[in-house]
């Protein structure tokens, strides 16, 4: 009687919780008890990882609670993978973790003199956040090359899911025409069209390296759906960059093979031009090629200069830069490295470039390996962190926290630390001979039978 009661109290309580949360988000607080068991249990970091940059893609949605949602979660997994993380410490590449530990203190001592302290205070909480889920959790001695391998084509699975979505929302839906269909869902399709740069160059890379297997269609496929999609929201930064690191891995990769299938994907995506023109309105492609906006990115860079120039050693704290941006003229400055200028002086910035350089560095001797596998990983990273590098100069994605390119960029840096640490397999020799001791003479052989002890005399 006594258990009965229990029970029965238990699903009373479980049913006034439900009834609080509805039914929706009772099961989707379910799922995330089951995800987080699947992570801790099996100390699944890369999976943490995957769903920060899969939240990271949504949170530029149009629907403000999909939004929160988005955002809350992706905080939610970054934290589980830090926690996964110091469940199994291994240091990444010394110096490459010393510069972020460097930048990570800029951030915090920032939040001092900021304008913003909430702002501040969520970018240092990032920065103290990515130091071990992105550094540590890809660098213990339980990863190996292979597995990170594995953890790059999940993320080309990811950009095959967004072309899905891409496919859906401009192709079938039925809201509207055009970019009409493609903004019903998303805030911003610019904002958009880059996150799906970032995941679109793992899907290129898997192309080029012959990693895709049985799944080499569902891939091209989804890879000319993608560039589709940013040519018609004209994200001029996103493909001029994806443009660049594809030349990076085409310098390592030169099969006819690759060439071929690169070549008709361009031709298919210019012969689906005058399509992508219909769906957007020539409006709108007019109105984008025409200015190219220079001049007012031109405007933002100089306010930029000029007032981060006032504090150019220790800049003017966390967020600064957004906070001023959106007070003055309501956007951001378009450029990361100016932006963490303002934020950071001349210090903060020094750090940060030294990061990138050195992650590259370690990138392309990881790309020159004879290992094929290191080499694989290698080119990946090289031409990712030149993505996103590239990106930072027109863009501000690089210096926020809840950016797509962001997300991308450490989790370069924290494969980039963990490859370090695997040391390279050297090639075996297919034959190799052992020499023989010569033979030994009868007379010098031991007779048959107990040796002599040691110290008697010999016979």
């Given at each position: ?178 970019i009409q269909r493609f903004a019903s869902f998303y805030e911003s399709s610019q904002l958009m069209s880059l996150g799906t740069a970032t995941v679109t160059l793992p899907m290129i890379w898997v192309l080029l390296s012959k990693r895709a297997g049985r799944l ?10 993608n560039l589709t999609v940013m040519i018609a929201s004209t994200q001029r930064a996103g493909l001029f960059s994806l443009a660049g690191a594809t030349a990076i891995l085409l310098v390592f990769y030169r099969a006819r093979g690759a060439l071929i299938a690169l ?140 950016n797509q390119t962001a997300t991308l960029f450490y989790l370069s840096l924290g494969l980039v630390a963990g490859a370090m640490r695997v040391p390279e397999r050297r090639a075996q020799p297919r034959y190799v001979f052992i020499p023989q001791p010569p033979p ?20």
């Amino acid at each position: 009687m006594l258990v009965l009661a229990q029970f029965k109290t238990i699903s009373k309580i479980f049913e006034r919780f439900g009834e609080a949360l509805g039914p929706g988000m009772f099961a989707g607080m379910l799922v995330l008890l089951g995800i987080t068991f699947f992570i801790l249990a099996g100390r699944r970091t890369h999976v943490a990882l995957l769903c920060v940059l899969c939240l990271a893609l949504l949170t530029v949605a149009q629907n403000e609670a999909i939004a929160s949602l988005a955002q809350l979660g992706r905080w939610y997994f970054l934290a589980l993978a830090a926690v996964v993380a110091l469940m199994r410490p291994g240091p990444g590449r010394p110096l490459l973790v010393a510069l972020l530990v460097i930048y990570a203190l800029f951030n915090l001592v920032g939040v001092v003199y900021t304008p913003d302290f909430e702002s501040g205070l969520v970018r240092a909480i990032f920065y103290v956040l990515a130091i071990p889920a992105f550094l540590l959790s890809l660098g213990p001695p339980a990863h190996t090359i292979e597995s990170q391998l594995r953890f790059v084509r999940l993320l080309g699975l990811v950009g095959v899911v967004l072309a899905l979505l891409h496919a859906y929302f401009v192709g079938l839906a039925p809201q509207g025409r055009g970019i009409q269909r493609f903004a019903s869902f998303y805030e911003s399709s610019q904002l958009m069209s880059l996150g799906t740069a970032t995941v679109t160059l793992p899907m290129i890379w898997v192309l080029l390296s012959k990693r895709a297997g049985r799944l080499f269609l569902p891939f091209l496929v989804a890879t000319l759906v993608n560039l589709t999609v940013m040519i018609a929201s004209t994200q001029r930064a996103g493909l001029f960059s994806l443009a660049g690191a594809t030349a990076i891995l085409l310098v390592f990769y030169r099969a006819r093979g690759a060439l071929i299938a690169l070549a008709g994907g361009t031709a298919f995506v210019l012969i689906a031009w005058p399509i992508v023109t219909f769906l957007v309105s020539e409006e709108f492609l007019m109105q984008r090629f025409g200015s190219f906006e220079a001049k007012g990115r031109a405007y933002y860079w100089q306010i930029a200069v000029e007032e981060g120039s006032k504090s150019p050693i220790i800049g003017h704290g966390s967020g600064a830069a957004t906070d001023y941006a959106r007070k003055h003229f309501g956007k951001k400055f378009h450029q990361a490295y100016l932006a963490i200028f303002y934020d950071f002086g001349l210090l903060g910035l020094s750090a940060f470039i030294a990061m990138i350089v050195v992650a590259m560095v370690y990138a392309f001797r990881l790309a020159r390996s004879r290992d094929p596998d290191r080499k694989a990983l290698g080119v990946f990273l090289l031409a990712s962190l030149a993505q996103v590098a590239a990106q930072g100069l027109v863009e501000t994605g690089l210096a926020d926290t809840a950016n797509q390119t962001a997300t991308l960029f450490y989790l370069s840096l924290g494969l980039v630390a963990g490859a370090m640490r695997v040391p390279e397999r050297r090639a075996q020799p297919r034959y190799v001979f052992i020499p023989q001791p010569p033979p030994v003479p009868p007379h010098r052989q031991h007779p048959p039978g107990p040796l002599p002890a040691i110290g008697s005399p010999p016979k």
